[in-house]
């Protein structure tokens, strides 16, 4: 079998694209919250679970702490985060939500939606695709890229 040579067969391109278009939409949805897309990640790991290490944040979104503490910095400075040495570890830093972040919850996610259900595509259709793409990711983690 060839291999596909065609820009529009392949399917990086289009995971590209989708993602490209996803983020836009997203960075739409969260301009009137002052919000950036990695903040909005931040965001969404604290909401699941609290009071978590730095590290463990960057762990969860694949991110570098070169990368993350510029997003963190910036939510200190909007009141949505508060940074605390660890008492286990002096070198290490808890993150917690602001009552601030913890009262945008609702609005923030109502906003998402709102845009997404708008998409036409939240159905069985996209619940087949978070399947898929979370089986290609399993399927990256184990190769050494």
């Known amino acids: 079998m060839a291999l596909p040579s065609k820009l529009d067969q392949q399917l990086c391109f289009e995971l590209y694209k989708a993602s490209s278009n996803f983020t836009k939409l997203y960075a739409r949805t969260l301009e009137p919250f002052n919000l950036t897309f990695p903040q909005y990640l931040v965001l969404l790991v604290l909401w699941e679970e609290d009071h978590l290490l730095t590290k463990d944040i960057g762990n969860r979104l694949g991110l570098g702490i070169g990368t993350l503490n510029p997003i963190i910095s910036r939510m200190i400075a909007q009141g949505?985060?508060?940074?605390?040495?660890?008492?286990?570890?002096?070198?290490a830093y808890v993150l917690s939500l602001t009552q601030k972040a913890q009262e945008e919850?609702?609005?923030?996610?109502?906003?998402?939606?709102?845009?997404?259900?708008?998409?036409?595509?939240?159905?069985?259709?996209?619940?087949?695709?978070?399947?898929?793409?979370?089986?290609?990711?399993?399927?990256?983690?184990?190769?050494?890229?």
């Open 80 to 91: 949505r985060l508060i940074k605390r040495q660890s008492d286990e570890d002096k070198r």
């Open 105 to 145: 919850k609702e609005a923030i996610e109502q906003a998402i939606y709102d845009k997404v259900i708008n998409c036409n595509f939240i159905d069985m259709s996209a619940i087949t695709l978070m399947k898929n793409l979370k089986q290609l990711n399993l399927a990256f983690s184990d190769m050494d890229l």
